[in-house]
């Protein structure tokens, strides 16, 4: 045990080496009141990125000794025994780091996170003193994962649960793969912060300014083994090992064992989460199929990956939220009344299934239900002429469009230059970035609405049904849904109002709303990939996941459509290849990609839209 440190005054942080069933021991912070009266519950954050340093402090704001982060505040206000431990096989912590979410229910040595929680807390219950045997787990990202991992085999010490932007099928979508598109500079340079050192986060020295320009001069995925990491880190050997859907990424679906509500669980999803934007959704509704005493909830808002945690929410890149503290509004009002019930025993529980913020109006609402009841599906059509509009085509306005899509030059996912993932701060905000800056390129289809003439109020599901071809035989289409504020009287969100510049506008600003990507071998099966037949049309369903959004009056609608997302998704060589991760330099073609608009073939966008009420 090392000797029990002072924090800020109020607080003795005490490191402790917790004992596995394996033998294992992980090192673990455990944070208790100076002045604690009575017994008090257990809150427990699991991470893979270092304790104790960053258990208490958030590096970002001024000095890391005395800077609380903000949720450590709000907790702090009903009291509780916050403890922080590092998985295990990073920094102190004993054996091997796993980076799966693997859990066999049938094998009780299992070395794995969920028998790691359990263990955990059992040990804390019964020798930490002063504790009212009452036990909580959240956290953010793979903090998030292990909290929600614990739905499988919960403690019977365990009352509460918020799992937070937690990812929950690493194939399907969220940090590495969004239908089986790689994403390529994430999942690389997320591998290497969390493979590369044992005692450090470490980040990739590209050496260059602009790292779409190191990702293009790569060349084929194959490089990165054969002249970088030479095959000693076994996450990335794993991802290009098994391109398809097959039984290694099934098994780290965990998400599928998730079919009824085990433990109260807050669910935390960001509308603009460059990371984990899916999991979330499909935790909660996973858990949704049997929940007899309401106890799983979700809440979403205007956030990027974490953003709920780590700032005040007045604003979400250059776009303010009428005047709310988004993220201060959710720890003191949602998050810290939610374990105060559970935990506490005091306050009352939600009354509501869901709370958003729905952006555009910028208010709360709370439902009942998930997806809202009175949201009615709409198709919003796209034209041969670039228009968006709620009718469909006819034979007299039918037509086609099409754009030719070349790897050698692809379209970048933000504005150039690109920085790395980590550690630099504009990976946070990307998509909410003005999408105007491919407005000039040849390879990218934009359609438009004219100026609405009410508000256009969506809440659920989003879906783009693309009728595409393409001259190739793989393709991917990228479809964004975005939000087109007008040309006059729009104020952006600026930190410093006597440093802003023209640009420091929302005048015309082109807000994403919705963006994602399928890949053509896997239009029909996910297991088994198979070449497209060049020319036909066929029907590219794109699932935009949840949202809670006005398009206010005056704005207009626009979705664009390109094959390339550059180097966020890897480059489809639109020749057939059994495996892209094996591709050689001359795979890469350049093809003609067709969207059509014609009665038989009406390209769309399903959205679930709430009528106004007289």
């Not at 390129?441 to 438009?448: I, K, Q, Y």
């Amino acid at each position: 045990m090392v000797p029990a440190q002072e924090v800020g005054r109020a607080y003795i942080a005490r490191e402790l080496m917790v004992p596995m069933r394996d033998g294992v021991r992980l090192q673990t912070v455990v944070v208790t009141p100076v002045r604690q009266t009575g017994p008090l519950p257990i809150l427990i954050t699991r991470t893979p990125y270092g304790v104790p340093d960053q258990a208490m402090v958030d590096r970002q704001d001024g000095d890391p000794k005395s800077t609380l982060l903000p949720s450590w505040r709000a907790f702090q206000k009903d009291g509780y025994i916050m403890v922080y431990q590092n998985l295990r096989g990073r920094f102190k912590s004993g054996g091997q780091f796993l980076e799966t979410s693997r859990y066999d229910a049938h094998d009780p040595k299992q070395a794995n996170e969920v028998n790691d929680a359990w263990d955990t807390i059992d040990w804390l219950v019964k020798n930490i003193p002063n504790n009212n045997g009452r036990v909580g787990i959240y956290g953010v990202s793979y903090a998030g994962l292990t909290a929600g991992l614990t739905l499988l085999h919960p403690h019977p010490a365990l009352k509460a649960i918020s799992e937070q932007a937690s990812p929950a099928d690493q194939w399907m979508n969220d940090d590495d793969h969004h239908y089986g598109a790689l994403r390529e500079s994430y999942t690389f340079e997320y591998t290497v912060l969390v493979q590369a050192e044992k005692e450090a986060n470490t980040n990739f020295d590209f050496g260059v300014h602009d790292v779409y320009s190191w990702y293009l001069a790569l060349g084929p995925l194959s490089h990165i083994n054969k002249d970088y990491l030479h095959g000693k880190l076994d996450y990335w050997n794993q991802v290009v090992s098994h391109p398809d859907y097959d039984s290694f990424w099934k098994e780290e679906a965990w998400v599928d064992k998730v079919q009824a509500s085990t433990v109260p669980n807050l669910n935390v999803a960001g509308f603009w989460d460059q990371e984990d934007p899916w999991g979330p959704w499909r935790i909660f509704h996973g858990a949704s199929q049997h929940d007899p005493d309401n106890t799983n909830f979700i809440v979403a808002g205007p956030w990027y990956h974490g953003g709920w945690q780590r700032t005040d929410g007045g604003n979400i890149g250059p776009l303010p939220l009428g005047g709310h503290q988004t993220a201060v509004e959710f720890r003191e009002g949602i998050e810290a009344p939610f374990f105060r019930y559970y935990l506490h025993e005091t306050g009352e529980k939600p009354s509501w299934k869901a709370k958003m913020f729905e952006t555009g109006s910028n208010e709360w609402r709370e439902y009942k239900v998930w997806p809202p009841q009175e949201a009615k599906t709409t198709q919003l059509f796209f034209h041969a002429d670039g228009t968006l509009s709620f009718q469909a085509p006819t034979k007299k306005n039918s037509g086609v469009r099409h754009y030719v899509s070349d790897p050698a030059s692809p379209v970048p996912y933000r504005p150039r230059p690109i920085s790395p993932t980590y550690p630099t701060p504009e990976w946070r905000t990307w998509e909410t970035n003005d999408q105007r800056f491919v407005d000039h390129r040849p390879d990218v289809l934009t359609f438009v609405s004219a100026p609405l003439d009410h508000d256009l109020r969506v809440a659920g599901p989003l879906e783009a049904h693309l009728f595409a071809s393409t001259s190739g035989k793989d393709a991917d289409f990228v479809v964004k849904l975005i939000d087109v504020f007008p040309e006059e009287g729009q104020k952006a969100f600026v930190a410093h109002p006597d440093a802003a510049t023209w640009a420091d506008s929302l005048d015309g600003y082109e807000l994403p709303i919705a963006m994602d990507v399928r890949r053509g071998r896997y239009l029909h099966d996910y297991q088994h990939a198979h070449p497209l037949v060049p020319g036909k049309v066929e029907d590219w369903s794109i699932p935009l996941r949840d949202h809670d959004h006005v398009f206010l009056k005056r704005h207009r609608v626009m979705a664009q459509v390109q094959s390339t997302w550059f180097p966020l998704i890897d480059r489809n060589p639109q020749t057939w290849v059994p495996s892209i991760y094996q591709a050689k330099e001359g795979d890469f073609q350049p093809a003609t990609q067709k969207i059509y608009a014609t009665p038989e073939a009406a390209s769309y966008i399903s959205l679930p839209v709430i009528e106004a009420t007289p």
